[in-house]
């Protein structure tokens, strides 16, 4: 009698084991195929910046591969899927010679090239899918003259179907023996809105001060549209005008200011350069109630993506100004250095 229960015991477990390792293939169900002809089969969890990554249970952390290295995929998982801008919710299978069908069910949303897939993360209800955050700082020390340099960065994001939140905060602070310290603070609330094909709209609240320019505070409240020239999985460009109102005050007089300004700019990204990434950002104000003025905000960064979500990243930023604040610089520019995470 006990072997027999013992029997039937160990025919359970088995069987347990076999059902648990059946959930586990249903849920690794995309699958890859390479130009190499390999292939992998697991769980696609997004593809940005023409890298892919997959979770595989033969591996212990996830496999990123380059989107164009893939000759066939097919998913099972839903997905967000950002195509030249347009977002879709659904699954993806490769038709024939790289052509992609986007679906869901029997309904056929679009049939594209590969390479005009821009974005795919896997798709799942809640907050934490659609948020993104991140975070960097940096601190420089030399003897010489005592000099300190600490910078903060950091910002975060929340993305649906047709809009897109980001906010950002950035602080440097910079002090040197017998001069005084260097204070610079600055920040962005940013709403975007799909409307047609490449066209969006945009509204924005940027602030800003700092103490080379003498500004106390500097407050760009922004309504305007904007349009992808070029967008796909290595890289997108971008521009956007409107009318901004800009309202100034500065640290050495007390009169304020309030005009009213056109600003136009543009965004160039590139990332196809294996963990690499370059952003350029240019937006330019001429003054409508106050003529003559202009100004431009310009950032360049450079950013290395380290493993476990780890980046470094050097950043260029330059604020001119034709006609600034009494016995203030017309130009302030900052180089910082920074390692940081992101999610």
Same mark, same amino acid.
């Given at each position: 009698?006990?072997?027999?229960?013992?029997?039937?015991?160990? @025919?359970?477990?088995?069987?347990?084991?076999?059902?648990?390792?059946?959930?586990?293939?249903?849920?690794?169900?995309?699958?890859?195929?390479?130009?190499?002809?390999?292939?992998?089969?697991?769980?696609?969890?997004?593809?940005?910046?023409?890298?892919?990554?997959?979770?595989?249970?033969?591996?212990?952390?996830?496999? *990123?591969?380059?989107?164009?290295? @893939?000759?066939?995929?097919?998913?099972?998982? *839903?997905?967000?899927?950002?195509?030249?801008?347009?977002?879709?919710?659904?699954?993806?299978?490769?038709?024939?010679?790289?052509?992609?069908?986007?679906?869901?069910?029997?309904?056929?949303?679009?049939?594209?090239?590969?390479?005009?897939?821009?974005?795919?993360?896997?798709?799942?209800?809640?907050?934490?899918?659609?948020?993104?955050?991140?975070v960097e700082v940096g601190f420089n020390l030399t003897k010489a003259q005592d000099v300190r340099q600490f910078s903060f960065r950091s910002s975060v994001g929340y993305?649906?179907? *047709?809009?897109?939140?980001?906010?950002?905060?950035?602080?440097?602070?910079?002090?040197?023996?017998?001069?005084?310290?260097?204070?610079?603070?600055?920040?962005?609330?940013?709403?975007?809105?799909?409307?047609?094909?490449?066209?969006?709209?945009?509204?924005?609240?940027?602030?800003?001060?700092?103490?080379?320019?003498?500004?106390?505070?500097?407050?760009?409240?922004?309504?305007?549209?904007? !349009?992808?020239?070029?967008?796909?999985? =290595?890289?997108?460009?971008?521009?956007?005008?409107?009318?901004?109102?800009?309202?100034?005050?500065?640290?050495?007089?007390?009169? !304020?200011?309030?005009?009213?300004?056109?600003?136009?700019?543009?965004?160039? !990204?590139?990332?196809?350069?294996?963990?690499?990434?370059?952003?350029?950002?240019?937006?330019?104000?001429?003054?409508?109630?106050?003529?003559?003025?202009?100004?431009?905000?310009?950032?360049?960064?450079? *950013?290395?993506?380290?493993?476990?979500?780890?980046?470094?990243?050097?950043?260029?930023?330059? !604020?001119?100004?034709?006609?600034?604040?009494?016995?203030?610089?017309?130009?302030?520019? @900052?180089? =910082?250095?920074?390692?940081?995470?992101?999610?």
């Amino acid at each position: 009698m006990t072997n027999e229960v013992m029997r039937i015991f160990s @025919i359970s477990i088995f069987i347990f084991i076999l059902s648990l390792s059946g959930v586990q293939l249903y849920g690794q169900s995309d699958t890859l195929v390479f130009n190499s002809g390999n292939r992998i089969v697991g769980e696609i969890k997004k593809m940005e910046k023409g890298i892919l990554e997959i979770d595989a249970a033969y591996g212990d952390e996830n496999f *990123k591969v380059k989107w164009l290295q @893939i000759d066939y995929i097919h998913t099972t998982s *839903k997905f967000l899927i950002n195509i030249k801008n347009q977002i879709y919710e659904g699954q993806i299978a490769t038709e024939s010679d790289k052509t992609i069908r986007v679906f869901q069910a029997d309904s056929t949303y679009i049939i594209c090239a590969l390479e005009d897939i821009v974005y795919l993360k896997q798709y799942k209800d809640g907050f934490s899918n659609r948020f993104s955050a991140a975070v960097e700082v940096g601190f420089n020390l030399t003897k010489a003259q005592d000099v300190r340099q600490f910078s903060f960065r950091s910002s975060v994001g929340y993305k649906t179907s *047709k809009s897109t939140f980001s906010a950002s905060y950035n602080i440097l602070r910079a002090s040197q023996s017998n001069t005084e310290t260097v204070k610079r603070t600055d920040g962005l609330l940013n709403y975007s809105r799909i409307l047609i094909k490449d066209w969006y709209g945009v509204a924005s609240i940027y602030t800003l001060s700092n103490t080379e320019q003498k500004i106390d505070l500097r407050a760009n409240s922004q309504l305007g549209i904007g !349009n992808y020239l070029y967008a796909t999985n =290595r890289a997108y460009w971008g521009i956007v005008t409107g009318v901004n109102n800009n309202l100034e005050r500065f640290t050495n007089s007390q009169s !304020n200011r309030n005009t009213w300004e056109v600003f136009y700019g543009t965004e160039l !990204n590139l990332y196809d350069v294996e963990d690499f990434n370059l952003a350029f950002v240019f937006v330019g104000y001429s003054g409508l109630t106050e003529k003559g003025r202009f100004r431009a905000d310009t950032t360049i960064d450079a *950013k290395y993506d380290l493993p476990w979500n780890l980046f470094i990243r050097i950043g260029f930023s330059l !604020n001119y100004d034709n006609q600034p604040a009494i016995n203030a610089s017309q130009t302030d520019y @900052i180089l =910082r250095t920074g390692i940081g995470w992101e999610w």
